[in-house]
């Protein structure tokens, strides 16, 4: 189904979160859904529960975040907790050869890639820009200038076009950046030229302190057909619609048809950063009302109820997920703080006379005190 | 007198200033219910309502464009770009548009638009948010230029950049933002030094250090240990780069015959280039020793565990001192 705008324009605010595509309903139970359900009709057993386990890493994983941050090894951590469907769901949708441009809040699509334990923490803890080698996981670094990552994502959809691959690449940024240029130049670009990317919106309800209803006054997926690019107004917090609508989404763009958009419709349950005070702009009740919600409970009431997941299957997972953040903290606490003169490195690709004397200087200079 | 931070001496600025000219608007992401992301704005929707105190969607160049149509329309718009490094998606906005139109207009369209930055780093921010953008400013004709060191200086230069009616560009050092000093909140504007006019922040005799923003407080940290050493540093904070106060600089320098020139952005091109070459054109013969530029190095910031080598601190600026005294290499303490 591609989105229509026989959606009515609203005013005071934008559609609930009722109005998505699920087939998950919030206690786990299934409903049918006619344009998402073939897209999910061959999952196996094995495939559901792979979800469900990269979800819980996830949220591991970014409690731990929060935790090194806590305790002063991190400067900063961005928490994703809540939007753990979108990001390991589309992700898991992905072929090896496609290629992400994250935001920062992305914990989830970069496990869904393949991250090692400090491609995670090294930039938050200030030591790399973006640790992760970009060809090894098929990520570009972590994206923090808002919305600047679509141009990137059309760009290199333009390539794999040109080439002649079946490659996709898939631009993620949140609600408030569909605000910004950046993002609708894309689309104008992606639409004109018939890129293979896919655009996937989370739409957590709040850029900072800002409310959705800041950015938009009509449904967010119901812009890009404007754009004519088909989008998917879905329900964030089920990941199986979020498989759906990414292989909807990759199909298209696999056989020739060009973009597609999604708006994945979800909730950051925590703050922004961990240097954020969202109890300055918003309702506890409108927290604990997501928490209903909740992503993972949500799948595991699921697969528990079709007896793929018991109480062994569960402690599995938790073991996995205790490893991996283990793995993170060692990798975060081991981090070693690079040369002062490493700084110099990398600005050029070839040598740099006026630098190449700044580096020598500061070097002179920092020997100095040895002496 | 109050004990004012800097960053609450910047509210008590724009609170005034709400008050005093219902013309006048606040416009920028997340300066409303949450006080903006330092608090700056902290209070103000409530106080003055959602109508002056603008959540602007998250789009740079949507929040200085509306501006603009804003100011020709009669208003004075003063918004915040949330971080240095979110500036430059409204470049094109300031640069072609903000800095031009009175130009172009000959002189009947006015600007009086106050972009506040956040600015500068040692805060051990993530990428993008530690940036020293002003070059690109100050590159440009039309636009006013100034970078607040002290609450005393960031109450009174804000007052007087929203009583302009040029469009200026306002750098708040953000690691000076909780730092507290004195402020005359109910000090007369008429009586205030104006904001195109540096100011002699400690008076001395055997050389002087040029500089600006967060720096002046290093600058004056290092002449404090220069005291100990016998020598004698004169600090003068440039507070406006846009225009450039030369006059009190030049005195100085031909009182000292000897300047170093600090700043935290690069080096290349930078304010301290222009400071040099003025001061080369103006002072030549008083000159006892080629001028020294101490600056952050010609990278992209560094990550923050290394921003201590990127920033120049009390050391570098007493080497470079030391080397215009050619006192040889420079004395490390
Ligand atoms: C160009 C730009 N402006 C401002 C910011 C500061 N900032 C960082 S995240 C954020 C909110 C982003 O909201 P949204 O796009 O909805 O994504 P979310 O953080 O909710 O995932 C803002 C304003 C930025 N990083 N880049």
Known sequence: ?371 | MTALTLGSAINAALSKALESDDKVLLMGEDIGKLGGVFRVTDGLQQRFGAQRVIDTPLAEAGIVGTAVGLALRGYRPVVEIQFDGFVYPAFDQIVCQVAKLHYRSNGRIRMPLVIRIPWAGGVGAAEHHSESPEAYFVHTAGLRVVAASNPQDAYVMLRQAVASDDPVIFFEPKRLYHSKGEVDLDADLADAPPMHLARVAREGTDATIVTYGAQVRTALDAALAAEDDGLSLEVIDLRSLSPIDMNTVAASVRKTGRVVVTHEAAREAGVGAELVASITEQCFEYLEAPPQRVTGHDIPYPPSKLEKHHVPDLDRILFAVDRVLERGEGVLR
């Not at chain 1, 992905?94 to 809040?105: H, I, K, N, Q, T």
């Not at chain 1, 302190?209 to 938009?216: K, L, M, W």
């Not at chain 1, 569960?314 to 903290?329: I, P």
């Open chain 1, 1 to 371: 189904m591609t989105y229509t705008q026989t959606q009515d324009s609203v005013t005071g605010g934008v559609p609930d979160e009722g109005d998505v595509l699920r087939v998950l309903e919030p206690d786990g139970a299934r409903v049918p859904d006619a344009t998402l359900e073939p897209w999910i009709a061959d999952l196996s057993p094995h495939e559901l529960r792979a979800l469900h386990r990269d979800m819980v890493l996830t949220r591991r994983l970014d409690a731990e975040g929060v935790a090194l941050q806590r305790q002063g090894q991190l400067a900063l951590w961005a928490p994703c907790r809540g939007q753990e469907a979108v990001q390991v769901g589309t992700a898991h949708a992905l072929a090896p050869g496609d290629f992400v441009f994250p935001s920062y809040r992305e914990h989830g699509v970069l496990l869904g890639r393949g991250a090692q334990p400090a491609d995670y923490v090294l930039a938050w803890r200030g030591e790399e820009h973006s640790a992760y080698d970009h060809r090894a996981i098929n990520a570009a670094p972590p994206q923090i200038i808002i919305g600047a990552q679509s141009l990137h994502a059309t760009g290199w959809a333009m390539g794999a076009q040109r080439d002649g691959s079946t490659d996709v690449a898939v631009a993620y940024y949140g609600d408030g950046a569909t605000s910004q240029g950046d993002v609708n130049e894309a689309m104008v670009f992606a639409s004109s030229f018939g890129a293979p990317v896919v655009f996937v919106c989370s739409n957590n309800q709040w850029a900072i302190s800002e409310p959705v209803t800041v950015q938009a006054k009509y449904p967010i997926a119901g812009r890009a057909p404007g754009f004519g690019i088909p989008s998917l107004r879905i329900d964030g917090n089920d990941a199986l619609a979020c498989v759906a609508a990414m292989r909807w989404a990759l199909d298209r763009a696999r056989r020739g048809e060009g973009p597609s958009f999604i708006e994945a419709v979800t909730y950051r349950m925590g703050p922004h950063t961990t240097s954020d005070d969202p109890t300055r702009y918003r309702d506890a009740a409108e927290v604990e009302e997501w928490t209903q919600r909740d992503p993972i409970a949500r799948l595991e009431a699921y697969l528990r109820a079709e007896g793929m997941l018991d109480d062994s299957g569960m402690a599995e997972v938790a073991r996995a997920a205790d490893a991996l953040a283990a793995e993170v903290r060692t990798a975060c606490i081991g981090a070693t703080t690079r040369a002062p003169e490493t700084m110099f490195d990398h600005v050029y690709a070839e040598p740099h006379a006026g630098l190449e004397r700044q580096r020598a200087e500061y070097v002179a200079y920092l020997e100095g005190f040895e002496k």
